[in-house]
């Protein structure tokens, strides 16, 4: 019974460290690459001037600042992650910017919103490390009005995404502990199987689900490639605790591996992804599972 526990203990010490902290360290190449997916998320998102929007997973803020620009001086977006470190940068960034937006630091999964209160949720890639997804989603339904909209960007398989993988295939040779990819499992490609994104919805208290395939062009500096790819994802993670040695040997056989993406001076990549939508019923699940 323990086994949730540890997992959400976990995702809190990771990112409440070590990938936190890069993440806020790498905010603006990160937005770079990520605004595409921004883009096409917001074009989905169907809410009138002055409505309240929840952003899960929000990170350091960027969609949720771009949803209060929409939404208007009469509206209110509100961002919730497990982060500190990326909360803080958010907070920072809607001061900086005069920006009405409000973070929330919190498990999405276990946290007591108000009830009804909003009339969209919207993540970008944010919902893929829930230990228990029907509980996460049963609670954000009942932070939902009836009717309210759901749409989410989220990972297809790791064989439609080569560039997301290509730094761990090329290091496996030299970190034997690098953990392999396991379906369902919380992590970036946790609802790459569509019928999984179907059921979880379901049985959480959403309905009329959509779950669409989108490619999207992507693009980053090629100057950014390098300290992209040595600081995140489990190649990253786990190169803070190599030698000198064996690190300079997996940085050169990382890089080399990434050729084939690399036009000048950029890097290029599609990211293959579902963009998922859905709406509150109009019965909401206990998120106690009560």
Excluded at 29 to 34: A, H, P, V, Y
Excluded at 46 to 55: A, I, P, Q, T, Y
Aim: with cysteine; proline share 8%.
């Amino acid at each position: 019974m323990d086994v949730p526990r540890r997992t959400d203990d976990e995702q809190a010490a990771r990112w409440n460290g070590p990938a936190g902290h890069a993440w806020v360290e790498a905010q603006a190449l990160l937005d770079g690459i990520l605004r595409p997916f921004e883009d096409v998320l917001l074009e989905e998102v169907s809410v009138e001037h002055g409505g309240r929007v929840l952003d899960v997973g929000c990170g350091t803020g960027s969609t949720t600042l771009a949803l209060a620009r929409r939404l208007g001086p009469a509206g209110r977006c509100v961002g919730v992650d497990i982060s500190e470190p990326m909360i803080t940068a958010a907070r920072a960034r809607a001061e900086r910017e005069s920006t009405p937006a409000s973070f929330i630091r919190a498990d999405a999964q276990e946290h007591l919103f108000e009830p009804a209160a909003f009339d969209a949720v919207v993540s970008r890639f944010g919902v893929m490390f829930f230990n228990d997804s029907v509980r996460a989603f049963a609670n954000l339904r009942r932070a939902a009005k009836v009717r309210a909209g759901l749409r989410f960007v989220t990972w297809r398989a790791p064989a439609e995404n080569p560039f997301m993988t290509t730094a761990e295939r090329a290091a496996a040779p030299f970190l034997p502990d690098l953990p392999a990819r396991r379906p369902d499992e919380p992590g970036q490609f946790a609802f790459a199987d569509p019928d999984r994104i179907h059921r979880v919805l379901t049985e959480s208290g959403w309905a009329g689900i959509d779950v669409r395939p989108i490619d999207v062009a992507c693009a980053l500096p090629e100057s950014a490639l390098v300290p992209y790819v040595t600081r995140f994802g489990p190649v990253g993670l786990l190169l803070g605790e190599a030698d000198e040695r064996t690190r300079a040997r997996i940085v050169d056989t990382v890089r080399a591996a990434f050729d084939p993406y690399v036009r000048g001076t950029e890097v290029r990549f599609t990211g293959a992804c579902w963009m998922v939508g859905a709406r509150a019923s109009s019965g909401p699940k206990d998120p106690a599972g009560v």
